[in-house]
């Protein structure tokens, strides 16, 4: 079993920055794989991006590349993804999520999830 908190959401101007958190107990945070998700309002979730169990590879959704970066620190069984030069439609709640295996972009692979934080970008 992983346990997984997601932190440091809220309102924001469009341009703005936020520095998500997601820190994690329970199963050993090195053995998991990583990803963030966020589900807009009236939309389906979608993936972000996603870390592997050292860290030493990431990939992120092609719109989002160059404006989040995804990392982790195993010492602190943290996740975290920065989010830079936010536009309203990154607007969603977002989620954490962990997967005891290899990095994947789908949804459906990954095994526990975090309650979610919600992110408001103002135009």
């Known amino acids: 079993q992983v346990q997984l908190v997601e932190s440091g959401g809220g309102l924001v101007q469009a341009g703005g920055s936020l520095r998500l958190s997601c820190a994690a107990s329970?199963?050993?945070?090195?053995?998991?794989?990583m990803g963030w998700f966020r589900q807009a309002p009236g939309k389906k979730r979608e993936f972000v991006a996603a870390?592997?169990?050292?860290?030493?590879?990431?990939t992120y959704a092609n719109s989002l590349k160059g404006r989040f970066t995804i990392s982790r620190d195993n010492a602190k069984n943290t996740l975290y993804l920065q989010m830079n030069s936010l536009q309203p439609e990154d607007t969603a709640v977002y989620y954490c999520?962990?997967?005891?295996?290899?990095?994947?972009?789908?949804?459906?692979?990954?095994?526990?999830w975090g309650q979610g934080t919600q992110v408001t970008v103002s135009s």
């Open positions: 870390i592997s169990r050292s860290g030493g590879s990431t």
């Open positions: 999520a962990a997967r005891p295996a290899t990095l994947s972009v789908s949804e459906s692979e990954y095994a526990y």
């Open positions: 329970g199963r050993t945070f090195s053995d998991s794989a």
